[in-house]
DNA sequence: AACTATTTTCATCGTATGATGAGACTCATG
DNA sequence: CATGAGTCTCATCATACGATGAAAATAGTT
């Protein structure tokens, strides 16, 4: 901003940007290219684009990134404390488990510091094997694996599957498609409707 | 073929391409589209390279398809009959409609005629606007409302969502994503486990 | 104040893209 | 066999892309 500023208002100082805290500016390119690639795709996304979003020289996003698929792996890492809140979440009581599976994933999706992360990981890895094997190895090893641990009846993996399965569809509706009514749902109610058959899945009668 | 083979021989005859069905050729077309749309995303199909997959000259798919937004129309249209099988299941006296429902979506997708254009549908809209209201008229107008017709109780949008969700969560994990288990399970046994979740989300307590 | 390493800008390269127009070709008529 | 409409190919345009290297600007150290 203030670099466009400068050239636009067109100040005597020279055009060379000042210093300017290294991670901010990086935090700023990962998020402009988080948006270009929910917007456009990942072929879509230009350096160029995402640039101009960041307001920012085209080849600076080159110096801090070299390659698109280095961008694409920095928009789509979750921050660390999210993997931990999973952890949790699928290690709670199972009596308890399917509900708390649920919140978590709602008020991630939620959150300014994750949400957008879940949207770019889900969008692109339609696209970026390598965003797919990412998201596969999240979801099968620690998801689907971990939800099965500890889990009673045999079908363990079963119903780790389609408890991932049920939240990954309420994902789409809700956060990505955004289709009525589960697009305009409060969180609470939201909850209370999916909790009984991830519950179910977990430990019910099959 | 003819075309590149006439070029790889060198045979006397004029380059210039003999008649051939429009339909055919068009629907050539379409199919290679279909798939480059699925392998490289919206924007990372070009002309060019549908061209090539479908062994024609550029031009000619830009003759037959004016714009790249028509071209995705096309490949993300299904057959009537998909519709009409919908129609059809979403139908069915409410005690079995859940079973119906299911061994429907399952078959689809398992069908070489509407498998990749579901594919094709569920991937582009993400990106273009125009398929994800496509998507979003035939999911939330046919789908999810219809689906809620005859409901008994309450809550029958509600009902209805939650069928789609639950089944579109089951799309994404053993079709797009391949995530096992879900994706290595035979078309019976996904039916039966899932059946279940959707009768009770249809008539059941809540 | 001079020196060095790092960060930022600018100009430019070769390539690939969507688009278009001119013309070659085929085929069904008259 | 001449004509004209529909089909297909080729050559080319302007534009945008990712990438790179040279140089300018800054910060930290001495």
Known sequence: MMRLMKKAIGEAESGRGPREDRGVI?????????????????????FRAIARRADVDPALVHYYFAS???????????PPDFLDNTQTAISAPLAIRGQRIIEHVVSSWAAPSTGPIL???FLCANV???????????????????????????DRLLRAGLVSSQI??????RYIWKLDPLATMSDRDVISAVAPTLQKYLNGRM
């Open 168 to 173: 990954v569809g309420l994902c789409w509706h």
């Open 68 to 78: 698109k698929e280095r961008l694409l792996d920095a928009a789509t890492t979750p």
């Open 119 to 121: 949207y770019a990981t």
């Open 128 to 154: 970026d094997e390598r965003t797919r094997e990412k998201l596969r190895a999240s979801m099968s090893a620690n998801f689907i694996g971990a939800t099965s641990q500890r889990l009673p009846q045999r």
């Open 26 to 46: 990086s935090a700023r390119i990962i998020s402009a290219a988080r948006d270009e690639f929910i917007e456009q795709g990942v072929s879509g996304a230009t």
